[in-house]
């Protein structure tokens, strides 16, 4: 590990094998169903979480336990100084807020840094500050790399239900009810830290071919050098066909699937489907 440690929180999603390979330090946000709340991760699987989804159970999520980071900090090893500490988008969530304060409780200096998205696209920039700090990159450098790749990344998602988005604040009653009349599919991106409608377009399969329309216009050639991430809840068919057709067309591209779990899979709802990319620059 040396003297610098990555933190995430649970929304980037990465696996636990790469996270103990690589010493990435997990801090998880929580989904609330009436009185229960769950640690995403912890004390709730994805799967149980969409099968409570399915029953008509409506969560809530919210933050890390600010205590529990404080606890997570303070039990690294002694020769760490630095924490570069990547959160989601802090448009979506107060974590990256609450990373900054922590400097005002620990010993070590905690860099925070806002990914300004989730999920794949923010697992991206963790495997990047673990790739800088392994090769003995300083925490300023880290930083500094994090930001031109932030630039870089491209994500799109489309959701099946609009109820959820319309739940969550992200369209008002009177879209989301005219929006599934008329079979409309937002296709959705962050933009100013915040999810928003990209395009409105009509029915599931249009929405994802226009995203893929985008990546043909973004990834030159064979895809050499790109990186490609399939993100899915609850839909792996569907996550199962996309990463096939992504390897067929971009065959030197590196092709992988995730998923949108309990957090984020409380705003976008089952079955939607994310596609994002970008070019790795090592």
């Excluded at 769950?38 to 999520?61: H, K, M, Q, W």
């Excluded at 009349?181 to 959705?188: G, H, R």
Aim: with cysteine; charged share 20%.
């Amino acid at each position: 590990m040396g003297n610098i440690a990555i933190l995430t929180d649970s929304t980037a999603y990465l696996p636990a094998g790469f996270c103990e390979r690589h010493d990435v330090h997990v801090a998880p946000l929580s989904v609330i169903f009436g009185r229960e709340s769950f640690r995403e991760a912890v004390d709730i699987t994805t799967e149980a979480f969409y099968e409570r989804i399915e029953a008509g159970n409506l969560p809530t999520t919210s933050q890390p336990i600010i205590g529990e980071t404080v606890e997570l900090i303070d039990s690294l090893p002694a020769e760490v100084t630095d924490v570069i500490a990547i959160t989601l988008s802090s448009g979506i969530s107060g974590t990256y807020q609450s990373m900054i304060a922590l400097n005002n409780m620990v010993d070590v200096n905690v860099h925070a840094f806002d990914s300004e998205i989730s999920c794949m696209p923010q697992a991206f920039l963790v495997e990047e500050a673990v790739h800088m700090r392994d090769n003995g990159a300083s925490a300023e450098e880290i930083m500094q790399h994090l930001e031109k790749t932030r630039e870089r990344i491209r994500a799109y998602f489309v959701v099946d239900d609009l109820d959820h988005l319309q739940r969550g604040g992200r369209l008002s009653a009177a879209q989301a009810l005219v929006g599934s009349f008329l079979q409309i599919k937002p296709v959705l991106h962050f933009q100013d830290r915040q999810i928003v409608p990209f395009e409105k377009i009509r029915t599931y399969k249009k929405a994802v071919r226009r995203i893929e329309e985008m990546m043909d216009q973004s990834i030159v050639g064979d895809g050499a050098g790109y990186c490609i991430g399939i993100i899915h809840a609850n839909c792996p068919e569907r996550q199962a066909e996309e990463i096939a057709s992504m390897k067929q067309k971009f065959p030197q591209a590196q092709v992988t699937g995730g998923h949108f779990g309990p957090v984020i899979g409380t705003h976008l709802g089952p079955g939607a489907i994310g596609i994002t990319w970008y070019h790795r620059e090592r």
